[in-house]
């Protein structure tokens, strides 16, 4: 727990922690109301279209600025018909100007739908129509694409969706004459205040919603123990249309953190962005965090990290490793010892917030997909039969959760919320393995199980087998078709190299076997090297899309043998 030393006082966070009132929907306000630094620059957000972003000085947003703003935006979408319950769709790849639309939004009462600017086009039209928005800010490319996709669909006699450029309404928004009344909006616990889709790894995009109490579950536990010295900066490179990057930004507001908004983030970008901005703890979703290359973090701003955050699927050892051995750290006592911590969450858009957590250091020997524990605010986690009755200690199942962060539901899909609970636990659509000790293992995602003749193979542990043995950047483990048994699968690897170094299939599989058999897991009948990025695709988050490696590899096996195939191998019998 954090008392002294820290941005906001503790007087300050404690007259957060108690106003009963506070909540997903009005954060900005009591954090606005609260701060006695409001004219301090904030948020930081560089225009990553520039190939020089990351040179000058810093200049950022102050919670004064972000004020100013969302009550223009606010006036701007009332003067256009918005009111309490009115869905807004923000389709943007300015993170710092989707928030400023989430604060006056939500600051009306209204509900901001959000949507990652990498969604085809097609995928977003009819997402926001399957949402029920009537106003859309965006991009003027996006906003074209789903215009496009809505002229071409058998929806476009549809109610008329109002459109509006997102650039061309932070120009032209006007400051109203007086006070606006009624704003912010007073919510209730139930209000809905968001709606922000899942990954679609594993098809059509669902539609969790999030409610003023539910979204804000948790977050009063973290004003005391989320990174908030006043040494503090903050790095997020976060989907910002994702649930995650809005509360992870909201908890940057309330504690009154430094933090870089990065846009469009990869590897290459946060290593630029760590040398310039030099924060001490850095998010991302894991495919950001494993791209980065450690070697081109200057020792002078890798000094600083004390911490990572790793959120959503969990990571992988291989990932986990090259970053804890940058930064420093404080440990009982208040000594300083080389090597930084890697705090790897396990969420999903559904859960509202990381329900499992996992401190990884250095020194750290235990990985094998350990998730670590639930956190506080979960109020109970079991691992469950397809009945839903709890299983034993050491055996493989469902997750399923009881906490209030967890979505009410799914937009216009009673069947999905319905079928998402039993026996009072939501599913989250994970197989995980707790242990004796406590400690919990994630194993796979319930579509990504390999159904085997010999029973079933969970593919994240040969994952990390794989990368290991490999040392490649990039893997997934998927089922392909077994040919000895029709109705029965076998396990292939797909694995891609942060270089274009050629490499012998036959050897790698031949590495990862042995990795494997050494581990006890099952071995691998294939092993395919991707050329690029398309040979491993992932989805708007950055998720593998494995659901299209086991359509383009489906067959693989039944085909003849290549023993000089400078892409794939194939192990010469199939046990």
């Not at 999905?416 to 995980?432: A, E, I, Q």
Request: hydrophobic share 40%.
């Amino acid at each position: 727990m954090l008392i002294f030393g820290t941005q906001r006082s503790a007087l300050q966070r404690l007259r957060l922690t108690a106003n009963p009132r506070l909540g997903a929907g009005n954060f900005f306000w009591h954090a606005w109301e609260t701060a006695g630094d409001r004219d301090r620059p904030l948020l930081f957000h560089p225009d990553t279209t520039s190939s020089s972003w990351d040179e000058g000085d810093l200049t950022g947003v102050s919670l004064n600025d972000i004020r100013i703003t969302a009550i223009r935006y606010a006036h701007w979408y009332r003067t256009h018909g918005v009111l309490p319950s009115t869905h807004v769709g923000v389709h943007t790849r300015d993170g710092l100007l989707g928030l400023l639309h989430h604060i006056a939004i939500t600051s009306l009462g209204a509900v901001a739908v959000h949507c990652n600017p990498n969604m085809q086009a097609a995928t977003a039209a009819e997402y926001f129509r399957r949402t029920r928005t009537t106003i859309l800010v965006a991009d003027a490319d996006l906003l074209a694409g789903c215009v496009d996709a809505w002229t071409h669909s058998d929806a476009s006699s549809g109610k008329t969706l109002l459109a509006e450029d997102i650039h061309r309404l932070d120009l032209t928004a006007p400051r109203p004459s007086g006070p606006l009344p009624g704003f912010p909006y007073r919510h209730h616990g139930d209000d809905l205040v968001m709606i922000s889709h899942s990954s679609g790894t594993t098809g059509r995009p669902k539609a969790p919603v999030f409610t003023h109490e539910s979204f804000f579950d948790g977050k009063r536990e973290r004003l005391w123990t989320f990174p908030s010295l006043r040494s503090d900066r903050m790095l997020t490179t976060l989907p910002h249309s994702h649930s995650a990057g809005i509360s992870y930004l909201s908890m940057a507001l309330m504690l009154g953190i430094p933090t870089l908004v990065l846009d469009g983030a990869d590897g290459d970008s946060t290593a630029r962005a760590i040398n310039w901005f030099r924060p001490t703890f850095v998010l991302g979703f894991p495919l950001t965090l494993a791209e980065i290359d450690v070697a081109r973090v200057t020792p002078y701003a890798a000094r600083g990290i004390h911490s990572w955050n790793g959120m959503g699927d969990a990571s992988h050892e291989r990932h986990i490793r090259p970053l804890t051995a940058l930064g420093s750290r404080r440990v009982r006592g208040g000594r300083r010892i080389n090597g930084s911590a890697y705090v790897d969450g396990l969420g999903s858009s559904e859960m509202g917030m990381v329900l499992f957590k996992q401190v990884f250091t250095p020194e750290s020997t235990g990985y094998a997909r350990l998730i670590g524990r639930p956190v506080k605010a979960v109020q109970d986690a079991a691992v469950l039969d397809q009945q839903g009755r709890p299983l034993p200690d050491g055996e493989a199942g469902l997750l399923g959760v009881r906490t209030p962060s967890i979505t009410p539901g799914y937009w216009d899909d009673p069947t999905l919320s319905r079928d998402s609970l039993v026996n009072g636990y939501f599913l989250t659509g994970d197989v995980v393995r707790r242990e004796s000790d406590g400690n919990w293992y994630h194993l796979d995602r319930t579509p990504d199980v390999i159904h085997t003749a010999e029973g079933p193979v969970y593919s994240l542990p040969l994952e990390e087998a794989v990368l290991l043995a490999t040392g490649a950047l990039d893997a997934a483990v998927v089922a392909v078709a077994d040919p000895e048994h029709p109705e029965a699968s076998r396990p292939l690897a797909v694995v891609l190299f942060a270089d274009d170094d050629p490499r012998s299939p036959r050897d790698l599989l031949a590495d990862c076997d042995a990795a494997l058999d050494r581990a006890g897991l099952a071995p691998l009948s294939a092993l395919v090297v991707a050329a690029d990025r398309d040979g491993l695709p992932v989805g708007p988050t950055g998720k593998v899309l494995k659901r299209r490696l086991r359509e383009d590899h489906r067959d693989l096996l039944r085909g003849p043998v290549d023993t000089e195939s400078p892409t794939a191998a194939v192990r010469a019998a199939v046990k």
